[in-house]
């Protein structure tokens, strides 16, 4: 994964300069509910040539939806283990005024329970593991009932569950080794919701698509866990033997790509 990861970067890198792209949004012919099957926003999806990851953005007078489209196994690892946040600069930068993040990765207990699902250690010392084919069964479980708000106000910062949002709706979905995120996100800050991007259709944003360093939820920063029966040297086998979950996610570089859309004008 940590390979997939480097390559998708770079290629981003070359591609954008210095890892930002450039896209058009075209103009919805109807709104699109995150969750219901688009072909209109099927057919603006873009591949990002050199990887497995298509993009696509739709505007109309009110909202912006975005949708990502992904088969590389690595970048899926990333959003769903780390925590993936959209941000948006209404000024066409890459400065982090709004952001989501969903899914919000990791938590303390996800993490615990996938230590143990990955095995035991046997009276022998041998470390069981159980066989897992299914993409499905190698990704971190995610919770789809929350979001962050980050913004848009300096410093803001909440917690809140999807089903009390009036406009922003999304959705993540995986089928067959295929990740699909759905965004909606007003425009505008005139509607009941007082979570949007700040600008109008016709003007030129910047999106940008990251994931969080990562920290074990379950060890304080700069430190290993101690106590429970499990000491240092313990505690640190169990994590580097092997190709476990846990390792994997350390390892592997935080997503960072910054693209430029140019929204759609209003009628």
């Known amino acids: 994964m940590k390979h997939s990861i480097i390559l998708f970067l770079l290629v981003i890198a070359i591609l954008g300069g210095c890892g930002s792209l450039q896209f058009t949004s075209q103009r919805a012919s109807a709104p699109i509910t995150p969750g219901v099957p688009s072909e209109e926003l099927q057919r603006a999806m873009v591949r990002i040539e ?69 095995g035991r250690d046997r009276d022998d010392g041998v470390r069981e593991r159980p ?35 009036k406009q922003i709706a999304l959705k993540l979905t995986i089928v067959n080794g295929r ?44 430190g290993m866990q101690r106590g429970m029966g499990m000491g240092k040297r313990r505690e640190r086998n169990m994590d580097e033997e092997g190709d476990t979950p846990v390792r994997q996610y350390q390892q592997s570089e935080p997503l960072k790509v910054w693209a430029t859309v140019q929204l759609a004008g209003g009628k």
């Not at 946040?85 to 993490?111: A, C, S």
């Open 50 to 118: 050199g990887t497995q990851t298509m993009v696509g953005f739709l505007n109309d007078n009110d909202y912006l939806y975005l949708s990502i489209v992904t088969t590389d196994r690595g970048v899926q690892r990333q959003m769903l283990a780390r925590g993936f946040t959209v941000w948006f600069d209404r000024e066409g930068g890459n400065d982090e005024r709004f952001g989501i993040k969903f899914p919000l990765g990791i938590q303390t207990g996800d993490f615990r329970r996938m230590r143990e699902e990955w």
């Open 131 to 165: 066989m897992r084919d299914s993409l499905a069964d190698r990704l971190p479980p995610f919770d789809t009932t929350e979001v962050e708000i980050l913004g848009p106000k300096e410093g803001a910062h909440e917690r809140v569950k999807i089903i009390q949002l």
């Open 179 to 222: 990740l699909e995120y759905v965004l909606k996100v007003p425009l505008t800050d005139n509607g009941p919701d007082p979570y949007a991007i700040g600008t109008s259709p016709g003007t030129t944003i910047g999106v940008g698509l990251v994931t969080a360093e990562f920290v074990r939820p379950d060890m304080p920063a700069g």
